[in-house]
């Protein structure tokens, strides 16, 4: 009899379990479900990879567009705008600073400085070579040792280093008359180049170039500024010798008299940084955003 009860009471456990859902699980349908969802978590993976490699470094402003670049996408506006432009702008600010001439300030004081001791050297030349009224002919002629001791006994000296073989020569053909009158013109001819402006090696001014000016401002002592078309030294010397040339003397006192005036010719040209950068800032001034 308790056997039979004890049997009644399992089935009822059993049966009561199965109500309540207890019952354990199919194994087959446990390893189903558990597929699923590391299929599922490996897709998932893989588009976070895909996602992050094709995207990483990129910005979320649209397509980036750099100076010289070709564009792969075309970039269109819903609507028409403009907008200004710094790179263009700046273009343009650039090209208006390369055509303003750069300013120079004029000196003079190196040229009067060089007159006013060749004309009072040749004056006092002319008293020492003088001879007395019952001197020989023969003795009139200037010797080079004689000018040379002339020059070393000058009191102002021989700062401009000029060659007494050049001055016999010249003294000697042409007679003190006409030397000093040739001697004057020359200074002329030199007094004009000096006022066109004359630059050295130091400026670095590369003329020669197409893309560089060939005109520069250039202020006078008077406060003037006059567009010029300025010489480098080697110019400055051809035009000397040029127009020296046309003097009708002979061909060695045109020699000697290029030689006395090339010793005093340099560069008389000094650049002015303040004034050109305020040209320079009025000219972009006018200018308008593009």
Not at 16 to 22: A, D, E, F, M, V
Not at 63 to 85: D, G, K, M
Not at 109 to 120: A, K, P
Not at 274 to 285: C, G, I, P, W
Request: hydrophobic share 40%; charged share 25%.
């Amino acid at each position: 009899m308790s056997l039979f009860k004890q049997t009644n009471r399992k089935k009822a456990e059993v049966q009561r379990q199965r109500r309540l859902g207890t019952k354990r699980a199919h194994p087959v349908r446990g390893n189903l479900h558990s597929g699923s969802m590391i299929a599922f978590s490996l897709h998932v993976l893989f588009w976070m990879l895909a996602v992050a490699i094709c995207f990483f470094g990129l910005s979320t402003a649209g397509p980036l567009v750099q100076e010289n670049q070709v564009s792969r996408v075309r970039i269109t506006a819903e609507v028409p705008f403009s907008y200004t432009s710094d790179i263009q702008t700046d273009r343009r600010m650039e090209a208006v600073r390369q055509k303003v001439p750069p300013i120079f300030r004029l000196d003079l004081s190196q040229y009067r400085s060089f007159r006013d001791h060749s004309r009072q050297l040749f004056a006092d030349l002319r008293e020492f070579a003088e001879l007395p009224a019952n001197a020989p002919q023969e003795l009139a002629e200037l010797r080079g040792e004689e000018v040379a001791t002339f020059l070393r006994d000058y009191p102002p000296g021989n700062p401009f280093n000029l060659r007494p073989d050049d001055l016999a020569t010249l003294y000697n053909q042409l007679g003190p008359e006409r030397a000093a009158e040739v001697l004057s013109e020359g200074l002329i001819i030199l007094g004009e180049i000096y006022r066109r402006g004359i630059y050295g090696e130091e400026n670095h001014l590369r003329l020669e170039d197409a893309d560089k000016l060939t005109l520069f401002n250039v202020e006078d002592e008077s406060g003037q500024l006059r567009e010029v078309d300025i010489l480098s030294m080697e110019e400055g010397l051809r035009n000397l010798r040029i127009q020296l040339m046309a003097f009708d003397v002979p061909r060695q006192s045109t020699t000697s008299l290029f030689r006395i005036l090339r010793s005093g010719l340099q560069p008389n040209l000094t650049f002015d940084a303040d004034k050109t950068r305020k040209r320079v800032q009025a000219a972009q001034a006018a200018v308008d955003p593009v």
